[in-house]
């Protein structure tokens, strides 16, 4: 199954050649790598070089290494949590610029919409009219609403990727809306105007996508990131 590596980049090569592999289905889901001294041989390489590559395996989520009698190191089944986890941090620890994280937001937000609108149902129509209902009863506590507002906003737009019926849209959403509010923390004001702007942004978008207007539906959700980025930049070069 697997060929000598260069010496130069040897745990690398093991990582690259036990992950294609994974990746074309050659491993499948549930089944153990071969022995240690199989998996030597078969790469020509020492022992630590390939305990080092199944640790860079592990970390990525390919393999779960077990130890024990019945042990050895099983292929996971590839999903999205690395994805998330991973874009979590990135967003977490503010590693993006607005203007990056305003950019991404548009083009992906605005495409969401735009397929929400195509392929929404009825049953999803009455979740987006119950989420702006809980949203507007939010807004009338003042800033005591402001959180439970931003997270029934959040949810507002989970719905709305969730329509689209794309996994990755909702896959990368769900982990920006997850670890975002460390942009609103910093930058975000706390206002009631604008919770009210958001409202209204929010009221656009869904009457957009009950009239199943993509194009609509794109541009409320984009001017609605462009909107909330201005705000934050604002703050952010005072």
Known sequence: MFK???????????????????VAGTLKAGSLLPAERELKE????????????????????????????????M??????????DNLGLLIR???VSLKDLAEFREEMEGGVAALAA????????????????EAESNLKQGRAGWDAFIRTDEQLHLALARMSGNLLFLTVLQSLYVNIHTYYVKFLPRTTVLLQENLADLREIVDAIIA???SRARSCAQSHVRRF???MEQKSAS
Do not use: M, P
Not at 4 to 22: F, L, T
Not at 75 to 84: A, F, G, K, P, T
Not at 118 to 133: F, N, P, S, Y
């Open 93 to 95: 620890s503010c590693a």
């Open 229 to 231: 980025n201005s705000y």
């Open 42 to 73: 078969q790469f020509s390489i020492s022992r630590g070089t390939l305990r080092e590559a199944l640790r860079v395996l592990e970390q990525k989520g390919l393999i779960e290494i077990r130890t024990g009698v019945a042990g050895g190191s």
């Open 118 to 133: 195509q392929r929404g149902g009825e049953e999803d129509v009455a979740l987006l009219k119950a989420l702006l209902a």
């Open 4 to 22: 000598q590596v260069k010496q130069s980049k040897a745990y690398q090569d093991v990582v690259d050649q036990i992950q294609e592999a994974i």
């Open 75 to 84: 292929v996971r089944e590839v999903n999205s949590d690395n994805l998330s």
């Open 212 to 214: 199943k207007d993509s």
